[in-house]
């Protein structure tokens, strides 16, 4: 969903869960309509779209639930490791956080029912069969700027502990080293996190989170457009000082 404003995508989000249309004959729709949900939605089954649509089964979602969740009901470590297994990829697949942010899962390593159930009909999946074909088309959403700024963002809640509001260093470094690494990479990403490693060693807090995502996408690597009166986390500020002295 490139350069779709918040209020579009959420549009064409709703447009999918009512009609589990793909995304493309989402935007297609809301298009043709103006962006108005409802004709949007009247357009979709009075033009014969909704019938190249396979209607989503819920009981089988409900299925596909059990056969994960653990004797109180949730999907834990062990049940992500078998849907991991039947998706034939490895859970620290950035694929899975994709996953977890269409569930919108409030804590990495765990699926409610509603989550479960409401991310499967967002991605108009019904079996673990039909989210394993999806995979190609959930990894490609991290190559489009603004879906990957979503994830980027959904991520540090993901990864909070429960009943925190930071997220612990060693998890940030990885959940980093993931989205600033492996799929976006960052020339300066080592340095952060020896900078981090040496001067700070405690929690990342969600401002400097999510500021370090607007900081790569606009200060270059040699740092000579930073402006040190923006309004940039104490830590940015630091780690430009710091990276600056050095030889």
Request: with cysteine; aromatic share 10%.
């Amino acid at each position: 969903m490139n350069r779709l404003t918040k209020a579009n995508k959420d549009k064409v989000t709703q447009f999918r869960g009512i009609t589990g249309a793909s995304e493309k004959q989402a935007i297609d729709c809301l298009k043709l309509a103006s962006w108005a949900l409802e004709p949007a939605i009247d357009h979709f089954y009075t033009s014969g779209l909704s019938s190249q649509v396979a209607p989503i089964d819920q009981r089988a979602i409900d299925a596909l639930y059990e056969k994960y969740a653990n004797k109180d009901e949730t999907i834990t470590t062990e049940g992500i490791m078998q849907l991991c297994e039947d998706l034939a990829v490895q859970p620290e697949d950035e694929v899975m956080l994709v996953i977890s942010s269409y569930m919108n899962a409030k804590t990495m390593g765990e699926f409610t029912k509603e989550e479960f159930s409401t991310g499967m009909f967002k991605m108009g999946c019904d079996s673990s069969e039909k989210l394993k074909k999806k995979l190609p088309e959930l990894r490609a959403e991290l190559r489009g700027e603004d879906r990957f700024k979503d994830i980027y963002l959904y991520a540090f809640g993901w990864s909070c502990d429960k009943g925190t509001k930071c997220v612990q260093l060693e998890t940030a470094t990885g959940m980093w080293q993931l989205l600033l690494g492996r799929v976006r990479p960052w020339t300066r990403l080592d340095v952060w996190l020896e900078f981090l490693a040496k001067h700070h060693n405690r929690a990342i807090s969600k401002d400097t989170w999510n500021q370090l995502y607007d900081f790569v996408q606009t200060v270059k690597p040699d740092f000579s457009n930073y402006d040190e009166n923006s309004a940039w986390p104490y830590l940015l500020d630091e780690f430009v000082e710091n990276s600056k002295a050095k030889p």
